[in-house]
């Protein structure tokens, strides 16, 4: 059975930072991802990384402020988030695909397993 499990979301004020895990299981992954979703909004791509994780791709909105890594020996993807603003505040979901399932790192409907979500809220 495949699992994503996100940890690490929680309440901080503006310009702190927070550490959100997913722990995958159930199978081999290959990209894996972060995606967010407000209130009212709709699901918009955060980061990405490649299997390998040589490569890594993320949303402008949170380039130089987000990490994303992982850990194949722990099948954990992880999300550091630094210098966090009040309009990150969202639902945080992993998700990942199979291996050698394409290139499209930045469409949700792309990805075959969520996690249940994590909550991020940045207070001002």
């Known amino acids: 059975q495949v699992q994503l499990v996100e940890s690490g979301g929680g309440l901080v004020q503006a310009g702190g930072s927070l550490r959100l895990s997913c722990a995958a299981s159930g199978r081999t992954f290959g990209a894996m991802g972060w995606f967010r979703q407000a209130p009212g909004k709709e699901r918009e791509f955060v980061s990405a990384i490649g299997w390998s994780g040589g490569s890594t791709y993320y949303a402008d909105s949170v380039k130089g402020r987000f990490t994303i890594s992982r850990d194949n020996a722990k099948n954990t993807v992880y999300l550091q988030m630094n210098s966090l603003k009040p309009e990150d505040t969202a639902v945080y979901y992993c998700?990942?695909?199979?291996?050698?399932?394409?290139?499209?790192?930045?469409?949700?409907?792309?990805?075959?397993?969520w996690g249940q979500g994590t909550q991020v809220t940045v207070s001002s």
């Open positions: 998700a990942a695909k199979p291996p050698y399932s394409g290139s499209n790192y930045f469409e949700w409907r792309s990805y075959a397993y």
